[in-house]
């Protein structure tokens, strides 16, 4: 058997996780307006979603990185993929109990697993092949996690979404046992997509186990702390960049649906196609456009390019009316689509043997997904307008944008090392 074609069904296996953790982290998008529905909720109470997620992330960040030392990266994906399962079977008591606080504690031990997945997956995917078309195969594998991102709406808008919207008075004239009736069928509807996913999660996890995938060998250097590290100056701003990037995509996608319907006055049906179809397919080919173009135009010009148009972008979700506002978000999808990855390479720039310290500080960045769009739902429920809760990306890509002119500059602080 050639290397090649040894490495070709690990290779597929761990492809497969960049668009599972896509899909369920996009579906999202389809759960905070679901549940707001289901539970009665405000903007900022269906928020919880993401800050579930996202926080998450950031604890299980070093916790999974010290898991893979220990035990391994196969194993590690293995407890990560059980965790995703276990998480998505959660979903069935949390809707037949209807309690909003058991859907996020599903929505918790599922984002658990999917940290430990990114932890393994990318460098996973540069050695099984090649080293000379790693980068290559690394930009195949991200491509469907793109992919996800239109798919994930379309999912949601075919098996959750029901159709029926009912306004405070609609619900306040109905009985005490329809109103029952109605709210349970709005909760249990996500219980049928999240038993196929967990049942789909747990078959990868027995591939997995019975597959043979090569060692990670991994250089031994010397243990310093994460926040030594930050003395390079162009990381330190990369974190913060990619904080505020984060709760920037998470509020463009989680309250799009909720920006639409009041805005525009879609149903939510037809505002979760405009998320898949449009949104979505705007952020998948604006990664590979970007990734074309970045032949000619430097990285950190790009960035900032695509930071200032998403400025004026989002002032037009801010003020206008009706569909300029869902074209202004598709819009944003698209130049939102490289900065992740241009952030992250421009932050890790010649680290050296501190680049796996200072991933590490990035990837924890995405804690801003957490907190950012709980921000967006207080402005909007305090002013009764969810457009002004657009201010937050606003003020988020006003940050990369600075990040994109002076922020990427290698910069480091000399640290002074005292005699013994």
Known sequence: MSKSNKYLVPFILVTSLFFFWGLIINLDSILIPHLRKAFRLNTLQSSLVDSAVFIAYFLMAIPAGLIMQRLGYRIGIIIGLLLFATGSFLFVP???????????????????????????????????????????????AQSFNGLAVVVAPLIGRWFILSGKEYTEADLGAMSDQGRTVYLQSEASSVKGPYIIIGLVILAVAILFLLSKLPDIK???????SLFHTLRHRHLAWAVIAQFFYVGAQVCVTSFFINLARRSAGLPEKTAADYLGWGYGIAFMSGRFFGTFIMKYIRPNRLL?????INILLSLLAVFSKGMITVYALI???????????????????????ETKMGSSLIIMAIVGGAF??????????????????????????????WFGLRGYKVRTKEVSVKPS
């Open 94 to 140: 949390a809707a037949n109990t209807r309690e909003y606080a058991f859907f996020l504690m599903a929505l918790f031990v599922i984002a658990c697993g999917l940290a430990m997945l990114e932890t393994a997956a990318n460098p996973y995917a540069t050695v099984l092949g090649p080293e000379e078309t790693a980068t290559r195969r690394l930009n195949f």
């Open 218 to 224: 991994e250089e031994k250097t010397e243990r310093k």
């Open 304 to 308: 900032s390019i695509y930071a200032a």
């Open 331 to 353: 819009a944003i999808g698209f130049f939102m689509s490289i900065m992740f990855p241009t952030i992250f390479a421009l932050g890790i720039k010649d680290l050296g043997h």
């Open 372 to 401: 950012l769009p709980p921000v967006l739902g207080y402005i909007s429920d305090v002013t009764k307008n969810i457009q002004n809760g657009y201010v937050v990306p606003l003020i988020c890509f006003v940050v990369v944008l």
